[in-house]
């Protein structure tokens, strides 16, 4: 039932672009079979100093739950039709 081959490693790859106050992270993860890509944006106050890793720490973290959740819905969904019974699965 289990896949043996442990070996299987899943991508994720994050980029960022920034300005002044957004920085925009875009997650793309190289599944088995698919690629899934999502995004996440963060905004600076203007009144708070710059501080750009925090931003691509928030973008990034944003990204990554989307992700997170669609790789879920993802799931559910090959339950589901597996199963033929309704899925709800949780974070």
Same mark, same amino acid.
């Given at each position: 039932?289990?896949?043996?081959? @442990?070996?299987?490693?899943?991508?994720? %790859? !994050?980029?960022? +672009?920034?300005?002044?106050?957004?920085?925009?992270?875009?997650?793309? #993860?190289?599944?088995?079979?698919?690629?899934? +890509?999502? /995004?996440?944006?963060?905004?600076?106050?203007?009144?708070?100093?710059? #501080?750009?890793?925090?931003?691509? %720490?928030? #973008?990034?973290?944003?990204? @990554? !739950?989307?992700?997170? /959740? %669609?790789?879920?819905? #993802?799931?559910?969904?090959?339950? %589901?039709? +597996? /199963?033929?019974?309704?899925?709800?699965?949780?974070?």
């Amino acid at each position: 039932m289990y896949d043996k081959d @442990l070996t299987n490693k899943w991508l994720v %790859e !994050i980029e960022f +672009s920034e300005d002044d106050i957004h920085t925009h992270a875009s997650a793309r #993860a190289q599944l088995r079979d698919d690629t899934m +890509s999502t /995004t996440g944006d963060a905004y600076r106050n203007p009144r708070d100093p710059g #501080a750009p890793m925090i931003g691509e %720490e928030i #973008a990034a973290a944003r990204a @990554l !739950i989307t992700l997170g /959740t %669609e790789l879920l819905h #993802a799931a559910s969904a090959r339950i %589901e039709q +597996s /199963t033929h019974h309704p899925v709800h699965l949780y974070r």
